[in-house]
């Protein structure tokens, strides 16, 4: 029988350590490496006893007292083990040892007894015998290091040890030498005994060990062998127990690190007439396993809280970032890795989803590689069952066309787990370690086990994922992709989404243009988060654009859309803000359904928030709203905000206005009003831009936590001037367009505008000819220079002008047919005295 090479290595060291032992130190020392390395219950070592008719017990390991008693002495023609290995010069293994049935004295049930004859050059002098459980035969290399450490000895051996005979010859007490001072003696416990007057009258071999040679210690008092061991500085308290045992009359138990040889004893003090034994057993390995067993019961309880810690990581990891996180806070430390990735099947590619401890360079080498190459990953992913390397080598033996990743990755050893989730194999998630790692049975067990839990968590956050990240592009596409560029303001706006939480906002804001130069600037918030939501502001986002365009004034078109509200939904609430800005006027009217009031930032102004409370939110709300109106001088800033930049769990609204008035102060005071049309931006959507983000910066830092969705929009407002605008009365009968045409014609020549001269002529007779033809007076005209020319008609009628598609042979009825086709966009709209008619022609 052969050993493997692991097993041959420690035999060699073994038997190296032992060489120079002899007696029963050698026997001692071979039995009690026989039996660890077979681990075994316990041992024995039989030598030839006089005149060859038995074999005497000489050293004993791990049995109690009462079975070594009973093997004290085997009959050499006996049936037992070690009596057969004797005679046959073989090993020799008997299971299932019981009294009475002829094969020697009983051992445990369910044991057995593998017995090592010991061969000199001479003769068999004995045999070295290992009780193992079960009752099976022992392993082929379990064999052969029994034999190894027994034919190791046996040459060592002399057929009457020297300190067997000094001691039975040497002690010159009746104790040592009777029949029970010789069991005494082979016993594997030490053991000696102390007069009346503490003086040592016998120690067998183990008690050398602990007091010294017999020579030097037997007719001398414990306290001078105390002394001279230094006992009594190491443990102060191990004379006043021997005392306390003999005057109790009580045996006395204790365990002690003998200061001599660093190992621990379980002592027994028995006190008998005139005298006191004591008994010392070596439970220096037994505390090891106790330990051991304790180390291993604390870490086994580390790691089922490790599994529970995340067990509860895992339900909360929502994103593939968390999930990623949670396995690689909870399952590295215990196992002492120091990287992971999870990799993704994705066709027939392999997807990187998340790293940890991984170089980068690494990770973008091997995202991307094809499932049909020869690798670990692919191997897991065709078997579905995890794959184990335990060194940089054995990836090289296993994997040649990868010899290069191991140091590319800067790893050397792995554990390729199985992502299952449902039976379908989703990917591999990937333990690494730093140096060479051989994960026992347990371990591999538990990390196959907690592969389970990581597939579940990563396939819910990689649908979470997909499903945030498709909401997300939702919500953003429902939201203005760029704010226009208008004369009369300057606008910049921010969305900060919030980050917690699993699903979307409802916040939305825009940018109208309105006829007359005029803008509407809008903000709202869709109560709650979700898809359902984002779609629900989308829908008013659409909803206000319509009804912008029909020219609402803000209480009207709040009124209009808290129908909407009330349509889509007993439960659905929205707040919003509707504002619009006339630049010929530099006024700003504004209605507010349930939404926190605008900042106003006049120059050389402090911050104001206008308005008063505002109506109850849409889908609660009852008509009419209240409408305010501020005047907004040029390089005014009006601020429009959603609750989730200035309220929080840690933040009351009132406190967050506060901190938002604080911020733009000092931000606009920066930015300066320096940004006036017709001069283009020149800084001033970059200073606005700037302000947004200091803006956020202030009161939204970026490592702060957020449950709810901001909103932000910024315009700084400019004023149409003066010259910019022209106006006059006309008459109310057929020379009204006459006097019109002579109006524009002269205008258009101040500023400079005379090639639009033939259009807008046109355009304006019409105008004007619709309003004498079906209204009434007064009748106005108004051209304002803008981003284009706008020409107005006013008149004091409710009656809108529609377009009539006449017939071939019909004299009338192309007016606004023609106002269609000549102007870039016309319209009509309300007025507090009728209505007006209006067109818009690009400047050239």
């Known amino acids: 029988m052969g050993m493997d090479d692991a097993i041959a290595a420690r035999i060699r060291m073994i038997t190296e350590a032992g ?20 681990g075994g219950l316990g ?70 007894l593998l017995a090592v004859p010991l061969i000199t050059p001479e003769r068999v002098t004995g045999t070295l015998s290992v009780l193992m459980v079960p009752a099976e035969r022992p392993a082929p290399e379990r064999w052969a290091a029994v034999e190894a450490l027994a034919a190791w000895a046996a040459p060592r051996l002399r057929e009457d040890p020297p300190d067997r005979k000094r001691d039975r010859d040497g002690t010159g007490t009746l104790l040592a ?16 005994a102390v007069d009346g007057d503490w003086r040592i009258t016998f120690v067998n071999g183990e008690a050398e060990r602990l007091l010294g040679a017999a020579r030097t210690t037997l007719g001398r008092t414990l306290w001078d062998a105390f002394a001279r061991l230094s006992v009594d500085e190491a443990e102060p308290d191990l004379r006043s127990r021997y005392r306390r045992a003999a005057e109790s009359g009580t045996p006395v138990g204790f365990e002690v690190r003998w200061p001599t040889n660093q190992r621990w004893y379980s002592m027994r003090l028995v006190p008998v007439p005139n005298g006191l034994t004591v008994y010392a057993a070596d439970i220096t390995a037994s505390r090891a396993r106790e330990a051991e067993r304790a180390a291993a019961e604390q870490a086994a309880a580390e790691r089922t809280a490790r599994i529970g810690e995340l067990t509860d990581a895992l339900a909360q ?180 989404p919030a ?10 804001y825009d940018v109208i243009p309105l006829s007359g130069a005029r803008v509407a600037l809008v903000i709202g918030d869709v109560m709650g988060h979700g898809l359902s939501e984002a779609a629900t502001m989308g829908r008013l986002r659409t909803a206000v654009n319509t009804l912008a365009e029909l020219e609402f004034p803000p209480a009207e078109l709040l009124t209009r859309l808290n129908d909407v509200v009330s349509e889509l939904g007993d439960n659905l609430y929205a707040t919003c803000l509707y504002a619009v800005y006339d630049p010929v006027g530099a006024s700003c009217v504004f209605s507010s359904a349930g939404h926190p009031p605008p900042a106003v930032v006049r120059p050389g102004h402090p911050v104001r928030f206008a308005g008063g409370v505002p109506d109850p939110p849409l889908g609660a709300a009852r008509p009419p709203f209240e ?10 800033l009006l601020v429009l905000y959603t609750d989730g930049l200035v309220e929080s769990a840690a933040r009351d609204i009132d406190r967050g206005m506060r901190h938002l008035a604080s911020a733009l102060s000092s931000a606009a005071r920066a930015s300066g009003p320096g940004d006036t049309w017709p001069d283009g931006d020149q800084g001033g959507h970059a200073s606005l831009e700037r302000l947004c983000d200091e803006v956020l910066a202030e009161l939204l830092p970026e490592k702060q936590l957020t449950a709810d969705d901001a909103a932000l929009l910024i315009a700084r407002t400019h004023a149409l001037a003066p010259d910019h605008i022209a106006a006059w009365p006309l008459s109310e009968g057929p020379i009204a367009a006459g006097e019109a045409r002579d109006h524009v014609r002269d205008q258009l020549t101040r500023w400079e505008l005379a090639p639009l001269t033939p259009t807008a002529e046109l355009l304006v007779s019409e105008l004007v000819a619709n309003a004498i033809r079906h209204g009434r007076g007064p009748v106005e005209l ?63």
């Open 19 to 38: 060489d120079g032992l002899s007696g029963p130190d050698l026997l001692g020392f071979a039995l009690d490496h026989a039996v660890t390395e077979t």
């Open 627 to 636: 409408t305010t109106e501020v005047t907004l001088e040029e390089g005014s």
């Open 43 to 112: 041992g024995m070592v039989h030598l030839r006893g006089p005149g060859a008719r038995s074999l005497l017990l000489t050293a004993v390991h791990g049995l109690i007292r009462p079975v070594a008693r009973d093997w004290a002495e085997v009959e050499s023609a006996g049936a037992s083990a070690p009596a057969r290995a004797m005679a046959q010069g073989t090993p020799v293994w008997a299971p299932a040892l019981g009294a009475g049935d002829g094969t020697g004295p009983a051992l445990p049930a369910g044991s057995g």
């Open 317 to 496: 990891a929502l994103t593939m970032r968390d999930v990623v996180n949670a396995i690689a806070d909870r399952v590295l430390p215990p196992f002492g890795a120091s990287g992971m990735v999870v990799q993704l099947i994705e066709g027939s590619v392999i997807r990187i989803a998340g790293a940890v401890g991984y170089p980068q360079p690494f990770l973008e080498s091997i995202d991307g590689a094809s499932i049909h190459d020869v690798s670990p990953v692919s191997e897991v992913y065709q078997t579905g069952a995890p794959a184990f390397v335990e060194s940089a080598e054995e990836y090289t033996a296993r994997y040649p066309g990868m010899a290069g990743r191991p140091a590319a990755a800067q790893k050397q050893a792995w554990a390729f787990l199985p992502l299952i989730v449902s039976g379908r194999n989703i990917g591999c998630s990937v333990v690494a370690f730093a140096e060479p790692r051989r994960l026992d049975a347990e371990e591999r067990a538990l990390l196959t086990a907690l592969s389970g839990l990581m597939g579940q968590a990563i396939e819910r956050a990689r649908l979470y994922d997909v499903e945030h990240t498709r909401a997300k592009e939702l919500q953003r596409g429902l939201l203005p992709r760029a704010l226009p560029s208008l004369s009369s303001v300057t606008t910049a706006a921010r969305y900060l």
């Open 499 to 508: 980050s917690e939480g699993i699903d979307v906002g409802g916040d939305w």
């Open 177 to 192: 030498d009777d029949q029970v001072g010789q069991a005494l003696w082979h016993m594997s416990d030490a053991f000696f």
């Open 782 to 844: 108004r051209l304002l220079r803008g981003e284009g020319l706008i020409c107005e008609v006013t008149d004091g009628s409710l009656t809108t002008p529609r377009i009539r598609h006449a017939s071939e042979t019909d004299e009338g009825g192309r007016g606004l047919q023609l106002v269609s086709a000549l102007s870039q966009r016309w319209g009509t709209r309300y007025t507090p005295t009728g209505k007006c008619i209006w067109t818009e022609q690009p400047l050239p």
